[in-house]
């Protein structure tokens, strides 16, 4: 048999209470004249029937749901289990909770979620999105409307309204291109790992371009991959097969490029004296691989904090408020799977 559900009326009723003033108790609003006493028995009257409030009407009520949709590309890649852990911390500190839907790499997925989550019971939206200019026309129609959204894009997104959060990785390749040419490599191969449809972004371009600076006889070949480590492997397995191999891969992502190592393992290569591998994001997990992975770091703590103040101040402040952009450099981290060339 179904458990019947208990309605406000039942814990006034218990309590001798009428049922504004068991409302105003148990939604601890500021305006109550109720005695001491009064509060103790309408609480506990809830808890000794079970009474759960409907979180739509205090919603309602409030003007508010306290809690913020992020919307992410793959729940599997740690990068992104990190930043929700790090943004889940910082609005919990702000009386806020985190729900998190996951687009699973699938561009229509995406689409229909992004869309979706607008009208779903929350304040605001952070959106790791495939392509901001894909997106651009739903996501400035939607800040011009006065909804909160905090989008993640590459320096000189052209949006005008949406708040961006934007890691700018031009510093931390160009780092990473020069330790690699110090210690003898010319010849690299970028793993350009994405979701099929989605385009390559700025990161391989940004590397080549500074190995360019550093030696224009140096040989940068971009090969596109899925966005698993999966597919990662599988084309390493390719690509590191034979004498014409490349002494240094740089993947997308940290992610991929623990594909990229497996592959190498496989082949009988070592990593670094056969191979030297670097990832991009920086996550955890990358420093605790057999083979500490390097990697160009994003500062994710400070990111997803500026993602929970922007979405706050959006909440709290004036619809008509300039757009918040905050940009944040990245750094290279040289670990144990990077070497100098075998001679």
Known sequence: MARKKVRLKDVAEKAGVAVNTASTILNRRPNSWASKETEERV????KVLGYRPNRAAVALQAGRFSTIGLL???????????????MGAALEEKGYNLV??????????????LEDFVHRDVDGVAAFVSDVGTHQEFLEHQSKLGFPIVAYAMPGAGLAHVDLVIPNFEMGLRQAAEKL??????????????????RVGMRPALFRDAIASLDAGSEVEVIACGPSMENA?????RV????????????????????????????????????????????PLGAQLMVSLSTVAQPLEKMAAKTVEMLIARIDGEEDQPQQRAEFPTEFIARESIGPVRS
């Open 240 to 283: 590191l097969a034979g004498e014409n191999r490349p002494t240094a891969v740089v993947a997308l992502n940290d992610f991929t490029a623990v594909g990229i190592m497996r592959a190498a393992t496989e082949l009988k290569l070592s990593i670094p004296g056969d191979l030297s591998v670097v990832g991009i994001d920086g996550v």
């Open 100 to 113: 998190i839907e996951n687009w699973r790499n699938d561009l229509e997925r995406e689409k229909k979620l």
């Open 181 to 198: 040419h110090e210690l003898g490599h010319r010849k690299f191969v970028f793993l350009s790992a994405r979701s099929e449809g989605q």
């Open 233 to 237: 492997r599988e084309v390493g397995l």
């Open 43 to 46: 609480f506990e009257a809830a």
């Open 72 to 86: 992410i590309a793959d729940l599997k890649n740690p990068y992104f289990t990190q930043f929700a852990s790090l």
